[in-house]
């Protein structure tokens, strides 16, 4: 089952469009799964893309527009009349659909939504371009199979025959009343193990897990992960069933939200990918190399305050990368353990006996370490009793309040409902380097005394 | 919709827990969804959730107990008896049993199983044991609905009310030949909307998805991932059908995954939470530290190495933590950007081209930070013409080979099949850290001439 796009079959395929051979082509790819269809997509030039796009059964290629990457898709849908993009849309679910629509400039939009055939479908789109993406309408999908509680089963199964046309998959059967209000729920098991003569009213589970359209994304992702949920119902501020959301779209929302917290620790600010542009690269990149600078900057700062120190006890300033590193790496660490525990809501206990872990916990850490580094700074580097006593007790004391504010400033940010993983990376390191080099030179001249 | 678990309501259970009032527990919680009660269970000591473990319907905390710590699952199921573990167990779908048997210890396992009451229940268990827990086996249920291609639709829907009482959530209807080899799929709305009289082998789908017991669970996740999957069937060696693995476990693994990523880019190298022991987490996060510490030793070695300028130009050495916080964050960015193309299969070209690509942006990025650098340090600083020019090229020069070092370890590690994410956090940034000082000195030798 494993499909495998090799360098042989791209040529091929590009050979084909060179030559025009549409025929060809169908023969090739009519087959193919959307996903590997968009695979494919993604490994030709846009005209190429767009060559395809235009060929192709439009119930695969609306399918395989959705997994590309925002701008490929953007430059192929730039190739095509609103009448080409409408027959692509007609295809799509309706969330797909209201996501492709957002992607265009406000003029295409209209033209676009008027050529598309079914007008419940392009009804159904605009209706959702009201909501923030970043929230269950803004997730959600307007396809989903509803019953009305005072119908029988089998009057049940003949509706839903309608209705299951336009819906990819069914999950679960939602009960209205008749004024479309959510009332409950029923699985297709329930359905098929039911007797024929039966009400909806008397079978229903009137438990039923759901999401109001303004609930934010974020939300809608925990609950479904809580509750196992495959599909959640979506209901407007009068309780009326307006739509579901899927697992699929949480899934790739959960991803894109590790993704994203992933990329902040590591000092990147946009959701950049390895292939994007210099420019939007530099963009997303270079903020955090110029805080980064700055702290180098304070740095360089404090050891100038410091300067007599560096001709009376040279030895000292050969361990301030070691300082630096070490309390870069603690607060890190700190604060990843902390941002990943928000996140997950795991997080117990009160904001004292948590700082008051981290320190134990930093401690002992410290000690190990100071113990090392005082050895060889004594065996290798001929520092005095009292420089290496320093150096050792500087190292603890860094990675103490490495650790403090690597726990603090996530939990503060949060509390103020900034989110917290800003607090990683770049941000954390620069400032516990600052802190880190100026307690160095602090508790070195409170026992060197100069 | 909203569950919140308030601290009146947790004290309200720890009195009726402590005066072992069993029917007001019973009365308050029997209600509740398993995700609540486990939510609850977190919040108790072991001694108070094992009371309510005890007490509650196994159909209830035999789910509960899924979602828990493992450690703190552990502790509870050390107070129930064989029998008592084998009662939840009984519950379970077979690969939440086998994970749980899984965690017990080996005398324990063997009294379980032998109490445990549907006695296929216990076998399709014991067979699940087999499987490496990070493969498609290890991942997969025994609970599924399957059909033979010779049955007609009746007798299909008749053997489905009866399989269907056994599994959770019916995705997909497994079709195989009498020797119960997978021969393809059929949903639950195909199966709605097929007359009764069809034979199943003229209405179901002959294309189906699948994977091989022994499918790594990551590329497992991939192709659900990549099909939108909500369900896969797993076949044996010969092609027969033994099992399914279904989406929500693979968001599990999707989300532990995405945190294991990140920890290793912190600097943490085992699964460890904020909540986890201070000896656990110094486990975990001592040995990166220790990386760094060896680097910052290493940093001290050169920065003695290069004493005679340290005299000489006493400024050159105060842009030191400039320096190493620089090649630090871009040697994180750079490999982060990489490890998440790897992670995505978003990495697109050849080897040089992304070197090319990386140093271009790098120049970028280091042009502009030593432009403000230079000015800086010449005017805040008053460093010499030479000195300002020296870090400015060091500077530019430090930011491009450290982007060159994080691009190509991951990329190198994952060709020899070694997890990249390795490559990000401390690892990357303690060889930055000693590249970029060693670099910064010997350009300043060079310019400088001492």
Known sequence: MQFELTDEFIEQIEQYIANNDGDALKGLLDDFHFADVAELLQELNHEEATYLVKLLDSEIT????????????????????????????????????????????????KQVIDHIEDEEHAADIVDLLRYDEDTAGGLMAKELVRVKETWTVAGCVREMRRQAENVTRVHSIYVTDKHGKLKGRLSLKDLLTAPERAHISDIYIPKVDYVNVHT???????????????????????????????????????REEAEKDYQMAAGISQDVEADDGIFKQTRARLPWLLIGMFGGLGAASIITGFQ???????????????????????????????????????????????????????????????????????????????????????????????????????????????????ATGPFITTSNDIFGILTYFLIAKLILGF
């Open 62 to 109: 609306s399918e395989a527009l959705m997994e590309l990457d925002e701008d490929f898709r953007e430059r192929i849908l730039d190739n095509l009349s609103p009448s080409e993009i409408a027959d692509e849309l007609d295809e799509m679910d309706t969330d797909d659909a209201a996501d492709i629509i957002a992607e265009l400039d406000d003029d295409i939009q």
């Open 308 to 422: 007599e120190m560096m001709s009376t006890f040279p030895k000292i300033i050969i361990f301030v990368p070691l300082i630096q590193a070490t309390a870069g790496n603690v607060g890190v660490q700190s604060s990843a353990i902390v941002v990943q525990g928000l996140a997950n809501d795991s997080l117990k206990g009160n904001l004292f006996a948590r700082l008051l872990k981290e320190s134990s916990l930093a401690l002992v850490n410290g000690i190990a370490i100071a113990l090392v580094v005082l050895i060889i700074s004594h065996f290798v580097f001929f520092t005095t009793y009292l420089e290496s006593i320093s150096i050792g007790i500087a190292i603890i004391t860094v990675i103490v309040l490495a650790a403090l504010i690597g726990t603090f400033i996530p939990i503060l940010l949060d509390k103020r409902g900034i989110d917290p993983a800003v």
């Open 216 to 254: 934010e994304a974020e939300e809608v992702a925990r609950i479904m992960q809580k509750y196992d949920l495959e599909a959640i119902p979506v209901v407007d501020d009068d309780g009326i069933l307006v739509g579901r959301v899927t697992i699929d779209d949480i899934v790739d929302f959960i």
